[in-house]
């Protein structure tokens, strides 16, 4: 087995694993585990200019990996994504060796 099937497999047994790094989450009404990344995405807002913003508008982000086989398709840019009960657009989605990376947002007054 080389280093791709490898690491393949330790998507579900190591990284979203719940005894190791995933949560158990409802996401589109299924419970699936994923991994929440709050380091990345702070870091992600920091890059963002500050140009632009609406004053009284805050869009809370976030960001989660999810094994591509418990999730389906890829989601597209724009669409409702439901986690744990809460209505979310999808800003964006990519796709590493069998795993999503999915930035959600939600714009609040």
Known sequence: MGFKEIAYNDISTVFLNPEEFGEEHVVDGRAMNIVMDN???IERSKKQSEAGRIDGVFKRELLFYVSRSDFGPMPAQGRILTLDGR???VSDAVEEG???SITIGAVKS
């Open 39 to 41: 380091v990345e995405i």
């Open 98 to 100: 069998g795993v999503y």
């Open 87 to 89: 209505k979310y657009i």
